[in-house]
């Protein structure tokens, strides 16, 4: 299972520059006119580990293997793509696609560079946007209903309980809201699951700032961190062209020197990739031995057989127990023959429920 997040936000805002940057290639075609991009890009990432570095130093392994997120560079989307307008509704389908969505806000003033409305306004960009997934997702909704009140009125008891699940959200869409921001229960998120409701997916405002506003922003992107606070949503300032030019340099050492001459202490993408990894409610584990250091993602809340079957299908099947040691225990003991000796090492069965940064050897039965 691969996790997906959709760059998403009007034509010309930065989405592929940011892309290229994530992706450390210029796959992206960037270009100063709106909808340069028209065929998604796709590009996976390594997930920034520090803990993964530490363990693979503890254990001597000859070779690490991050984690990997996957990114879409999605085209831009302006007002009426629900109805057709811009390069239209097929975007929306990219969007559906993915696990999360990252929203690229114009934050820079630059008379060169067309904004497609003429003017920065990143609140109402924000808006735009969002309203065109809001009648996205009003429209799968009342295609819903319709089938459903076919079943309804022949008698189908569960077709009338879903029918009055989709009934409400729909009041609520049509008032605005998006699904994320609704008292969901567990029984409607079974129910809206098939629709893959764009406004239910997990939201990151990315503010793109001019150059020397990267480590503070400005009064644009304010703005946009005040709409996220009210949304209860995650936000962060970036300014896409640094992080393109950060990405180019091949020394680490040179791109640290750059960052800290913008007052900066790491690149805006390692904290986009963590907050995307937080959003999408994923969680690492890891194998660790001399020959290699491995960094695996799963959702939280995964037991430990599921975990196995992330490594291989047949460790899932024929799991037996796992053997767990914390993060923590593994680094103050030194590894894990020494946790063993302290009886840092536990024994799970099937029912454990795997915790972030969890050492785990799987032992299983073919
Ligand atoms: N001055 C300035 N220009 C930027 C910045 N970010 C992107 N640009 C420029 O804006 C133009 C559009 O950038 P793209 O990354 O192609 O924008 P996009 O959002 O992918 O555009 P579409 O694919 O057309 O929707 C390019 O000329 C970029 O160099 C920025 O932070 N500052
Ligand atoms: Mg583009």
Redesign the pocket.
């Known amino acids: 299972m691969g996790f997906k997040t959709g760059i998403i936000?009007?034509?010309?805002?930065?989405?592929?520059?940011?892309?290229?940057a994530l992706t450390k290639t210029s796959s992206?075609?960037?270009?100063?006119?709106?909808?340069?991009?028209?065929d998604p890009n796709t590009g996976e990432v390594a997930v920034p580990d520090q803990k993964l570095e530490k363990l693979a130093k503890i254990a001597s392994s000859k070779i690490i293997i991050p984690t990997k997120m996957t990114f879409v560079?999605i085209?831009?989307l302006v007002k009426g793509a629900s109805r057709g307008e811009g390069l239209g509704n097929k975007f929306l389908a990219n969007i559906r696609e993915c696990d999360a969505i990252i929203h690229?806000l114009?934050c820079?003033k630059?008379d060169?560079?067309t904004h497609v409305s003429g003017k920065i306004d990143p609140v109402n960009d924000a808006e735009i946007i969002e309203t065109e997934l809001l009648i996205s997702d009003i429209e799968s909704i009342e295609k819903k209903i319709v089938s459903l009140k076919k079943k309804a009125n022949s008698g189908d008891g569960i077709a009338k309980k879903e029918l009055q699940i989709l009934e409400r959200i729909l009041t609520y869409l049509s008032d605005g809201i998006p699904a994320r921001e609704m008292d969901l229960d567990k029984d409607d998120l079974i129910i809206i699951k098939s629709l893959q409701l764009l406004t239910l997916k997990p939201i990151l405002y990315v503010c793109?700032?001019?150059?020397n506003s990267a480590s503070i922003g400005n009064m644009y992107s304010s703005k946009v961190e005040d709409l996220a606070k009210s949304k209860n949503a995650k936000c962060l300032i970036i300014?896409?062209?640094?992080e393109e030019e950060i990405s180019k340099l091949e020394n680490s050492s040179d791109a640290i020197l750059f960052l800290n001459d913008l007052g900066l202490d790491e690149p805006g993408l390692n904290k986009i990739i963590k907050v995307g990894y937080r959003l999408l409610k994923l969680i690492t584990f890891y194998t660790v031995g001399p020959k290699e250091a491995h960094a695996w993602t799963i959702p939280e809340g995964s037991s430990a057989p599921k975990a196995a079957g992330k490594i291989h299908s047949d460790f899932e099947n024929g799991f037996i127990r796992a053997e767990i040691i914390s993060y923590d225990d593994y680094v103050n003991c030194g590894g894990e023959q020494a946790s063993k000796e302290s009886g840092k090492m536990r024994v799970e069965g099937k029912t454990y429920i795997v915790n972030d940064s969890d050492i785990i050897n799987v032992l299983f039965n073919i």
């Not at 936000?9 to 290229?20: A, I």
């Not at 793109?208 to 150059?211: D, G, L, P, R, T």
């Open positions: 936000g009007l034509p010309n805002v930065g989405k592929s520059t940011l892309f290229n992206a075609q960037t270009a100063n006119f709106p909808f340069c991009t028209i560079d085209a831009g690229v114009r820079f630059d060169n560079i793109n700032v001019e150059e300014s896409a062209v640094i």
